[in-house]
T-cell receptor, first 114, second 115 residues
Framework: AQSVSQHNHHVILSEAASLELGCNYSYGGTVNLFWYVQYPGQHLQLLLKYFSGDPLVKGIKGFEAEFIKSKFSFNLRKPSVQWSDTAEYFCAVNGDTGRRALTFGSGTRLQVQP | NAGVTQTPKFRVLKTGQSMTLLCAQDMNHEYMYWYRQDPGMGLRLIHYSVGEGTTAKGEVPDGYNVSRLKKQNFLLGLESAAPSQTSVYFC??????????????FGDGTRLSIL
């Protein structure tokens, strides 16, 4: 079975601070990894994904994530956050199974103070 | 360019009542999913479908039923609502594509309260 852990439940930053959100997964086979963002009152939107190739993945809005296979990690980073980044962030994994459903972490609520 | 549309957006039910949530996608996606989102628990898979006429159970299927009679629609039913089913429900769809790397596209959610 696959599982995802997000250790930071609530993060508060000031504008222009750097961000790193942790994500660790558990799955023995080939994985596809995703970060989704949910702005207040909205649906989930894809930030970025990793499925093969360069382990450093760049997404929308200046976000990036690094896949470290040896650590089973896929941490999300942004060098300088903005107030508009206030949202909930979900890491998700999809093992190479026929079901293709995502297993989500519990989410990290990011609050950026102006 | 609607994407994934869920109806209704909000609903309040009394314990024991039944209702159906509708999900419609216009992207010709093969895969469709129903998740529930509860505070501090992320999203959990209720049921999913890999194509028209097929459905399968996810992690938390008890108390729910689904149907996929048309490729573009995926219905989630609550036969006898319970307070534990108070949640936000999200529908998602994804393209068949190559492998499991296809991202899922989500609807805006249905906020359901069971009194």
């Amino acid at each position: 079975a696959q599982s995802v852990s997000q250790h930071n439940h609530h993060v508060i930053l000031s504008e222009a601070a750097s961000l790193e959100l942790g994500c660790n997964y558990s799955y023995g086979g080939t994985v596809n990894l995703f970060w989704y963002v949910q702005y207040p009152g909205q649906h989930l939107q894809l930030l970025l994904k990793y499925f093969s190739g360069d382990p450093l993945v760049k997404g929308i809005k200046g976000f990036e994530a690094e896949f470290i296979k040896s650590k089973f990690s896929f941490n999300l980073r942004k060098p300088s956050v903005q107030w508009s980044d206030t949202a909930e962030y979900f890491c998700a994994v999809n093992g190479d199974t026929g079901r293709r459903a995502l297993t989500f972490g519990s989410g990290t609520r990011l609050q950026v103070q102006p | 360019n609607a994407g994934v549309t869920q109806t209704p957006k909000f609903r309040v039910l009394k314990t024991g009542q039944s209702m159906t949530l509708l999900c419609a996608q216009d992207m010709n996606h093969e895969y469709m999913y129903w998740y529930r989102q509860d505070p501090g628990m992320g999203l959990r898979l209720i049921h999913y479908s890999v194509g028209e006429g097929t459905t399968a159970k996810g992690e938390v299927p008890d108390g729910y039923n689904v149907s996929r009679l048309k490729k573009q629609n995926f219905l989630l039913g609550l036969e006898s609502a319970a307070p534990s089913q108070t949640s936000v429900y999200f529908c998602a769809s994804s393209y068949l594509g190559q492998g499991a790397s296809q991202p899922q596209h989500f609807g805006d959610g249905t906020r359901l309260s069971i009194l």
